[in-house]
């Protein structure tokens, strides 16, 4: 009887993005990169586009994208992301739902998810019907098909959730063994109790009727196997976690057998290094043993439907024993990382957005239905704008929701009504409560997503919101003494966070003092509009003055600012900034603070800034990260040049003395061999930054470094140095005949070899990989019928192999 083996993947991360920006902003704790999903997608999502099999040399002899072997689904948040600043991983997991399509008797690897990760059980039913609806569009538009099952958030399920997806469409969902109360044969009568110590089968799919009368399919995911990928040792090598999937088939079983496992899919990369060529390999050595075969839920769904029933245990999940008390109270589950901290944070948080989702959504309802026919229906059809916010096309949903014409006051009151709704759901996004500590990223994020739903309901509704809500966080301790509660957690990481005009303004205005082109700049999700800007230059001090509109690209609201921003030298930066000045008011602000500029007295620059603009006044601390650490960069970086340039003076005046000493084998003094070390090093960085590094120049700095014994940064030269043999791959694969280019990136890595730097060549190691695969063929035949420059080729591209590690069709070595 056929054996089949299927492999879920749940990939997600929270919504990161500041709510007032709409992007992520630096994240310190993610270095050496920008945020969170940046490091995770280097480490996990990009590798299992393209991962690796090995043979027993660890060279490459495959490349394969997992995503196309097994089931997943993603976030649509995280998409959303990924779209935007990982385009090419992004269009890789499309095409690996297309390939799959091909591979598993059209039906498509990837599932949709529920929209911001909300646990439904906990939800009100038309929370769980828009988060359905808006899973299942934004599925639809990215993989342009209808999804065939649905991912629910933490597996959290009850009856009500189910007759929703059923309701949409949805045909199966996967669930934990312990989430199955009980199970009887479709025709039979007597229902099988299920306990703990006796679980379902989870190798069939089981029927789940509803009281609707619709009926869904789940699949319980082996839930042993599972936790030993997850939290054991089974990703530390492909072949053991094949043979441990395969021991999970059993002869006793009449029916044709399914051993499926679901995990996070951080797991492979990410929680476990190297995790998605375990994978990888795994699925590799069951195909090519023939131990079972490789399908996904869709596919066994439509050759093997249920024959069991199944009741479900309502408000279960799988990551809480208690069910989803987890996510509203303190149940006792926890990460495990801090003994003897309380969540008894849990509630109060929770019952605080109760509280408010309790008052706001009337308001909502009352306000919309001025504007709109079916206020909850157009929340519904809100996820078109999400999925593309060009302005045509927001006024084209605006317009589509009302017979009348809106004026443009009214259709930035029905975005901000929309924005309300879409911040409150966000705010009930499940990563919030699963952690230990209230002032966590995690809950600190629902949080601010609360208080961008707190203050464009403020300004809607005219009702104060946010001391009520504030009353609930009082009652949230934190496990940290200094923060207190909630509240206070709400002071020091929400409430600096949160955005206003004068602050997107401010930002503009101290940017403009190192920015060339003002013309109408982006500011995250913010349009600068310049009518007027002039700046004045004295010594290395500067002085920027304008008139600036700011407008909201999510809701269209706009204001007008002018400003005074001046730049003093080192890290002194500051501006002043007001809306609505009169024309009078900011010439004579102008003249004044011209005058005083050109004077040079700073103290009475700073004063006269103060009284044109008050308490309105901001630095350069104030600027976003991303913003600040560019800023400072440059600021950094000219002082870094001149320091630089008063050190190569010293090694260029010491060099032949520094020569002489290494001849007669004399350690060279601290001061000398230090300033050495910044030369060289600097040097070897800028060759990279070239377009063709100098490779006789790197050969000498190479050896320079070598006769002084100089401690080199190899991680930061490799990550330069394998950026630019990228960048050379890439025009390779644009140009693949180009044996000069082939030579030179050859030529770079054995210049390169005496470093033993690491070298990150993923990206070329896929290109070269590809190009070889598609090309090698056809080089050869013109090599065997005597073509001098085709034999040369192919000699380069076996050379270049080795470099890279990989071993291609037609490279086999005598062994």
């Given at each position: 009887m056929q054996r089949y083996v299927c492999v879920h993947g749940h990939f997600y991360q929270p919504p990161r993005e500041n709510p007032w920006l709409e992007e992520v902003e630096l994240e310190e704790s993610a270095s050496p990169f920008h945020d969170w999903n940046e490091r995770i997608t280097a480490q996990c999502y990009a590798p299992n586009t393209a991962s690796r099999i090995l043979d027993h040399k660890r060279r490459i002899v495959d490349i394969v994208n997992n995503y196309s072997k097994i089931s997943f689904n993603f976030g649509p948040t995280l998409l959303s992301w990924m779209q935007r600043h990982k385009p090419d991983v992004y269009e890789q997991i499309l095409e690996a739902d297309r390939v799959s399509q091909e591979r598993f008797s059209?039906?498509?690897?990837?599932?949709?998810?529920?929209?911001?990760?909300?646990?439904?059980?906990?939800?009100?039913?038309?929370?769980?019907?828009?988060?359905?609806?808006?899973?299942?569009?934004?599925?639809?538009?990215?993989?342009?098909?209808?999804?065939?099952?649905?991912?629910?958030?933490?597996?959290?399920?009850?009856?009500?959730?189910?007759?929703?997806?059923?309701?949409?469409?949805?045909?199966?969902?996967?669930?934990?063994?312990?989430?199955?109360?009980?199970?009887?044969?479709?025709?039979?009568?007597?229902?099988?109790?299920?306990?703990?110590?006796?679980?379902?089968?989870?190798?069939?799919?089981?029927?789940?009727?509803?009281?609707?009368?619709?009926?869904?399919?789940?699949?319980?995911?082996?839930?042993?196997?599972?936790?030993?990928?997850?939290?054991?040792?089974?990703?530390?090598?492909?072949?053991?976690?094949?043979?441990?999937?395969?021991?999970?088939?059993?002869?006793?079983?009449?029916?044709?057998?399914?051993?499926?496992?679901?995990?996070?899919?951080?797991?492979?990369?990410?929680?476990?290094?190297?995790?998605?060529?375990?994978?990888?390999?795994?699925?590799?050595?069951?195909?090519?043993?023939?131990?079972?075969?490789?399908?996904?839920?869709?596919?066994?769904?439509?050759?093997?439907?249920?024959?069991?029933?199944?009741?479900?245990?309502?408000?279960?999940?799988?990551?809480?024993?208690?069910?989803?008390?987890?996510?509203?109270?303190?149940?006792?589950?926890?990460?495990?990382?801090?003994?003897?901290?309380?969540?008894?944070?849990?509630?109060?948080?929770?019952?605080?957005?109760?509280?408010?989702?309790?008052?706001?959504?009337?308001?909502?309802?009352?306000?919309?239905?001025?504007?709109?026919?079916?206020?909850?229906?157009?929340?519904?059809?809100?996820?078109?704008?999400?999925?593309?916010?060009?302005?045509?096309?927001?006024?084209?949903?605006?317009?589509?929701?009302?017979?009348?014409?809106?004026?443009?006051?009214?259709k930035i009151k029905l975005l901000k009504l929309f924005e309300i709704q879409r911040n409150g759901m966000l705010a009930y996004t499940s990563c919030g409560w699963f952690f230990d500590e209230i002032s966590g990223i995690e809950t600190t994020q629902v949080m601010k997503y609360a208080a961008r739903m707190i203050q464009l309901a403020e300004e809607v509704f005219q009702t104060p919101l946010e001391e009520e809500f504030l009353g609930f966080l009082k009652q949230a301790p934190s496990n940290i003494p200094e923060h207190g509660n909630g509240r206070r957690v709400y002071d020091k990481f929400v409430k600096p966070a949160s955005v206003d005009f004068l602050f997107v303004g401010s930002h503009y205005a101290l940017s403009s003092l190192f920015e060339e082109d003002l013309e109408n700049i982006r500011i995250y999700c913010y349009t600068a509009e310049n009518s007027f800007y002039e700046q004045h230059t004295a010594g290395q001090m500067k002085l920027g003055l304008g008139t600036t509109r700011i407008i909201s690209n999510l809701t269209w609201d706009e204001t007008e600012v002018n400003f005074a921003a001046a730049y003093l030298g080192e890290h002194n930066a500051n501006c002043g900034i007001l809306e609505y000045m009169s024309p009078e008011a900011f010439q004579a602000m102008r003249e004044e603070i011209e005058d005083v500029f050109y004077m040079g007295d700073i103290p009475e620059l700073i004063r006269s800034m103060d009284s044109h603009f008050g308490a309105h006044s901001y630095s350069l601390w104030h600027l976003f990260k991303d913003e600040q650490q560019k800023v400072l960069h440059d600021i950094i970086h000219t002082n870094l040049e001149d320091a630089e340039n008063t050190l190569r003076n010293i090694v260029d005046q010491h060099y032949t003395l520094m020569n002489f000493l290494t001849e007669i084998n004399t350690p060279i003094p601290k001061s000398l061999h230090k300033a050495a070390e910044t030369v060289v090093q600097s040097d070897l960085l800028r060759l990279f930054d070239e377009e063709e590094p100098d490779l006789a120049q790197l050969e000498r700095l190479i050896r320079q470094a070598q006769d002084w014994r100089i401690h080199l940064d190899t991680t930061e030269l490799g990550y330069k140095a394998g950026w630019k043999i990228d960048h050379f791959m890439w025009h390779l694969e644009q140009d693949p005949e180009n044996r000069e280019l082939l030579q030179w990136i050859i030529a770079i890595l054995d210049t390169l070899q005496p470093l033993s730097l690491d070298l990150n060549l993923w990206q070329s190691q896929n290109i070269f990989f590809h190009l070889v695969r598609d090309t090698y063929e056809q080089m050869w035949d013109k090599a065997n019928q005597g073509e001098e420059a085709a034999k040369e080729w192919i000699g380069l591209l076996q050379t270049l192999a080795g470099h890279l590690k990989v071993m291609c069709p037609g490279f086999e070595e005598e062994e």
């Open positions: 059209g039906h498509g690897s990837a599932l949709a998810q529920v929209y911001n990760h909300m646990i439904l059980p906990l939800a009100r039913e038309r929370d769980k019907i828009t988060q359905v609806l808006w899973g299942i569009r934004d599925f639809r538009s990215r993989f342009l098909r209808m999804p065939e099952g649905m991912w629910l958030p933490e597996t959290a399920v009850d009856t009500a959730s189910l007759e929703v997806l059923a309701d949409q469409g949805i045909a199966f969902t996967i669930l934990d063994q312990s989430q199955a109360a009980r199970i009887r044969p479709i025709a039979g009568k007597e229902w099988t109790e299920l306990t703990p110590e006796d679980r379902i089968d989870p190798t069939r799919p089981y029927l789940c009727r509803l009281p609707s009368g619709n009926s869904i399919a789940i699949f319980f995911y082996d839930g042993p196997i599972s936790q030993d990928i997850a939290f054991g040792g089974l990703l530390r090598n492909g072949e053991f976690l094949a043979d441990r999937l395969n021991q999970a088939f059993s002869e006793d079983r009449e029916w044709t057998q399914l051993v499926n496992i679901a995990t996070d899919g951080e797991t492979f990369g990410h929680h476990h290094r190297m995790g998605d060529m375990a994978l990888a390999y795994c699925l590799h050595h069951i195909e090519r043993k023939e131990m079972a075969r490789i399908t996904i839920y869709g596919e066994y769904l439509e050759k093997h439907p249920p024959e069991m029933e199944v009741e479900i245990v309502e408000e279960s999940s799988w990551s809480c024993f208690h069910g989803v008390e987890r996510w509203r109270d303190d149940c006792g589950c926890h990460s495990g990382m801090s003994p003897g901290w309380t969540q008894a944070w849990r509630k109060p948080l929770r019952e605080g957005l109760d509280h408010l989702r309790d008052i706001v959504d009337p308001l909502f309802e009352k306000h919309a239905a001025e504007l709109v026919s079916h206020p909850w229906a157009s929340r519904e059809e809100y996820i078109q704008v999400l999925l593309d916010r060009d302005p045509e096309r927001m006024d084209d949903f605006l317009v589509g929701q009302t017979s009348r014409s809106l004026t443009r006051e009214e």
